[in-house]
Structures are given as C-alpha cells and as structure tokens.
C-alpha cells in the first residue's frame, strides 16, 4: 500500500525545523535527525540519543523507507556499480556509482525513462514513464553517497535516466536540499546537469543563484544529422542551443561541456570534429567524447577512431577528454541505463 505520509526526505531542513514546532517537538531536533536519517539510519527507532515520544511522533508524522535495492551489478571490467531501484509505484530505476582511483562519480536519473526518444539510447526506448520526486532523487543520492569514503568528495552527475531539464524544479531543488550541511553537504559545483538541448532550461540554469555545472549533448554538428540522432533538435535547432550555452557562460561565467557520442560512420568524420571545432570554439568549454556504448536493437556501431577525431579538436586547441566510458559489462554505461529492463519486457 502506498503510504500518504510525506516522506522524510521530502522535507528539507527548514521545513522540517517548521514541522516540528508545530508538533510542538524541540526545534533543533530536526537537525538532529536528518544528520542521522542522510547517513542511511532510515528507521526513527534507530536513531540514537531522541526521546521515545519523538520516536514514536516521527513514526507516525513521515515515510522514513526509501527504494530498495532489487539488482546491484558490480562492473568486472572496472569498479563501477549499479543500483537498481524499486520505487513505491513499482517503477524501477537506475543510477550507478562509478569511481576511478581518485574520483568518486555518482550518477543519478532525473525521471523514469525519457521522453527525448534520442536513437543511440537505451533510457530513451523506454519512452517518459514518469518524472522523480525530489525524494526519489535524494534518495539515490544517499545511497549512492553511502559506497563512497565519508572523507572524500564526490562528483553528482545528472547522466542516468532521464531528461533532468524537463524535470527542472525537481532537480534544482534536491540540488538545494543535497547542498545543506545538515543533509549531505554536497557542494554545488560538484554538480552536473546533463542536456539534450532544452534551451529554456539552459538559460533558466543561467540566472541561478546555485553554481551548478552544464553539459549539453551535442552530438552532431549540423541540423539534419542531430535532428536524426535526437529529436529535440527540431524544436531547438543548433543556432538556438548556441545561443543558449553563451547565454549560459557569459551570466554565469562558468565554462560547460559539451558532450558528443561517437558513432562509427555516422558522426565520427574529420569533417564532423573540425564543424565541431568551429561550433564551440568561441565558448569557455570543454569537450568529453563518449565513444557509443551499444544498446540492444539500435543500428549504430562505436567509432573505430575515436582518436583520429579527438586528435584533429586537440590540434585546434580544444581541452578534450575521450571517456572510456565506465560500466559497459553491467550495462551501467552512459546510455544504457533501462536496457536491462528493456530486455525484461521483451520489447
Ligand atoms: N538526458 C540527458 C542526460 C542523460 S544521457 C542528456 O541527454 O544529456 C547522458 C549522456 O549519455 C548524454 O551525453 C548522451 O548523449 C549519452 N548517451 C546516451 N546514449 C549513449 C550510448 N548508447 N553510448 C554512449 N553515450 C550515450
Ligand atoms: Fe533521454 Fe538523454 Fe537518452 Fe536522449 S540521451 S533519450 S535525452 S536520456
């Protein structure tokens, strides 16, 4: 049965502070408890050093169950894992804690499925099932905090399932929530959004106060080869997303990276890195390339090359990464997220 109790989760520090004067409960108990609750003690009668009348009023007051675990799949080619996750309607959902020797990644879904229908993706097969809760968002934030040192610093990255700028306020705001000290204390610059191109989101994201980092998924370089590759571009062509990221670096003075998914014969041509050039060129940027991870039943194949191309963007002066993208063994990589659950339904 689906509990109507709020979650938790859902109540950030303030509200919580609110809540419970008006329960006429010690005010800076609420501290307290989500110190406790965001290191994963997930059950008020666990939570040490509160009288048993709270415990009890907690209880009865808040959801405290966050989304069990059902599938954790460890990466044999390298040390990522993911987590698959049971909502409270059943949904499934995703995210993955991928970590190099110096670099812990948590990378979050914003949605169940995607709308965005981009050919080379998995999450986009599956169509938008629904937007998350902020608490559903935490809720993997948490978890996905609990396989990281206490001590080190994490990166977030909206690259799982979904279209964050379509689920803008529900982002934006567990960003906030994640940012507090009496939660997970995750700054904001340790934050990515990751879009398609929803360009009124882009220059939303501009006039935060929040600094939050950008990544947009370019993906090709002119309008009919992306409209092709990802559908957004008929509503928001090329030009306009341009405008848009210098929209973004000249309010927020930030740089912002621009994605690109190679695939063989399709997008990985010199022609394409040195349009590419000449499209970013004049921005504050980075480049990551992602070579294609394959997903079941799209037509695509990686790029045999992927260093011809990043060589001919480094020769012209772009920082480029080319990302080996970690997780492949798990289906864990970028753009595979849902491909398990694909294969499930059989579709
Ligand atoms: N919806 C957002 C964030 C999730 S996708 C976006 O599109 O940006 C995260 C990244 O994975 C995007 O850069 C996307 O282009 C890339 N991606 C999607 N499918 C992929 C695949 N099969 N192989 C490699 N990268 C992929
Ligand atoms: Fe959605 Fe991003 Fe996948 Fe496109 S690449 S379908 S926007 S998750």
Redesign the pocket.
């Known amino acids: 049965m689906i509990s109507l109790r709020p979650h938790i989760l859902s109540r950030d520090p303030l509200q919580l502070e609110r809540d419970f004067v008006l329960h006429g409960w010690e005010k800076y108990r609420a501290a307290q408890i989500l110190k406790w609750v965001y290191r994963g003690v997930l059950d008020p009668m666990q939570i040490p050093n509160i009288p048993k009348h709270l415990r009890e009023g907690l209880d009865d007051t808040y959801e405290f169950s966050i989304p069990l675990t059902v599938k954790e799949s460890e990466s044999e080619m390298d040390r990522s894992t993911k987590l698959a996750l049971r909502l409270r309607d059943g949904r499934i959902v995703e995210c993955v804690h991928l970590q190099t020797p110096r670099l812990h990644t948590l990378c979050v879904?914003?949605q169940v499925g995607?709308a965005?229908g981009?050919t080379?993706?998995?999450?986009?097969k599956m169509g938008l099932l629904r937007n998350l809760e902020v608490w559903e968002i935490l809720a993997q934030l948490l978890k996905l905090r609990m396989r990281a040192p206490e001590d080190r610093h994490v990166n977030v990255?909206?690259?799982?399932?979904?279209?964050?700028?379509v689920n803008y306020d529900r982002v934006l705001e567990s960003i906030r929530v994640a940012n507090d000290p009496r939660t997970l204390g995750l700054g904001a610059r340790h934050f990515t959004?990751?879009?398609?191109?929803v360009v009124p989101g882009i220059r939303k994201l501009a006039k935060e106060a929040m600094q939050v980092n950008l990544?947009?998924?370019l993906?090709a370089t002119t309008d009919t080869q992306r409209t092709k590759l990802?559908p957004v571009n008929k509503r928001w062509p090329i030009a306009d997303l341009m405008l848009a990221a210098r929209y973004y670096t000249e309010n927020t003075q930030r740089r912002l990276t621009f994605?690109?998914?190679?695939l063989g014969g399709v997008n990985d041509t010199p022609g394409d890195a040195r349009r590419l050039s000449k499209l970013t060129r004049d921005l504050p940027h980075k480049i990551?390339l992602?070579?294609?991870?394959?997903?079941p039943g799209?037509p695509?194949h990686?790029s045999k090359k992927p260093q011809v191309f990043r060589d001919i963007l480094m020769n012209e002066g772009h920082q480029v990464t080319l990302r080996y993208?970690q997780g492949k063994d798990v289906n864990a990589?970028?753009?595979?997220?849902g491909a398990d659950l694909l294969a499930k339904a059989g579709s």
Not at 120 to 124: D, S, V, Y
Not at 290 to 295: E, G
């Open positions: 879904s914003s995607c965005m981009c080379f993706c998995a999450t986009g990255v909206f690259m799982g399932m979904g279209e964050p700028m959004i990751s879009t398609s191109g990544a947009i998924s993906n990802m994605e690109y998914v190679l990551n992602i070579n294609w991870n394959p997903t799209a695509y990686p993208s990589a970028c753009g595979q997220l």
